[in-house]
């Protein structure tokens, strides 16, 4: 009787962790192969080979973009070298990359390691860039203003919360507010990767001001990418693993509540939303298992969605771009 019941318990064991992998393989999108989708005016840039970790177009094309990100994890191209910002003008014909200098005393720039990166645009058209930072490991937010005429960023300030021990990417509301999704790796990448095996949902979306920081959003299967509607009504936050992006609706107190999700066969990463038509432009990785078991043979894809009128009954959903890695690896960016 008692091997019975310890085969049993064992069979039970099995098939939960059957049942685990096959879940987790789902949500991997272990078995997804992509068909190539190109559009005409594709060009790739060059001088950000070692791979760009998000991007920020101000309406007037000047487009900013962060690179070199070291990632607990994940394949560096270039694990020696401090990360960097970089412009590029979309208005040219061949846009080339310039890296801004990074000026101002306290930043720590040989540890500079930036991931998500927003704007916000004050009243007297001053541009600061709000960066995700993981200097050492740990998770900041730096302030810059853009000086435009010195193609360079001075730094402004570093901001550290216990709200925000991971944060991965982020919306500016003001020079020194914003949305943050907080994943878990860089507060532990140990537990950090339980989480994202056991998929049990701790990501979350923090609001921060200087004068208030609050959770407004949780229980995501890791929260990815996050972009602001033009009008400022709505926020969307890409839930990685669950292959969801989530429309929020943005209250004056900050808060957010759920309005609705769409589901899609990829892994959604970046948002950039478009500033005139309010398109939300995805970044995914079609299949995730190649991104965190790298292999030069078989790289990861890219795939771009664009997304019209996600508000209305029938958004309308465009692969507008997708490759299986030959060209462009684990997408988080958008080609015009
Ligand atoms: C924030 O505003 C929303 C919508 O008006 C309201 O439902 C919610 O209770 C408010 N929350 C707080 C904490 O004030
Ligand atoms: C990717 O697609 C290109 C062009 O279709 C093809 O030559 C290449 O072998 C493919 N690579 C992989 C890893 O499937
Ligand atoms: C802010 C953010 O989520 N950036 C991601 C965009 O996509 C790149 C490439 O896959 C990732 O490395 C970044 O983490």
Known sequence: MAKLI????VGLLLALYKNHQSSYQTRLNALREVTSVAPPNCNLVKGIETGAEDLEILPNGLTFLSTGLKYPGIKSFDPNKPGKILLMDLNKKDPAVLEL???????????FNPHGISTFTDEDNAVYLLVVNHPQSKSTVEVFKFQEE?????????????LLPSINDIAAVGPESFYATNDHYFADPYLGSWEMYLGLSWSNVVYYSPDKVQVVAEGFDFANGIGISPDGKHVYIAELLAHNIHVYEKHANWTLSPLKFLNFDTLVDNISVDPVTGDLWVGCHPNGMKIFFYDSENPPGSEVL???NILS???KVTVVYAENGTVLQDSGRVCD
């Open 6 to 9: 310890g085969l049993t318990f």
């Open 101 to 111: 200098e990074l000026t101002g005393n306290k930043l720590d720039k040989a540890s």
């Open 150 to 162: 010195e193609r360079s960023l001075l730094h402004l300030k570093t901001i550290t919360h216990e």
């Open 306 to 308: 664009r997304i019209q």
């Open 313 to 315: 009954e029938e958004p």
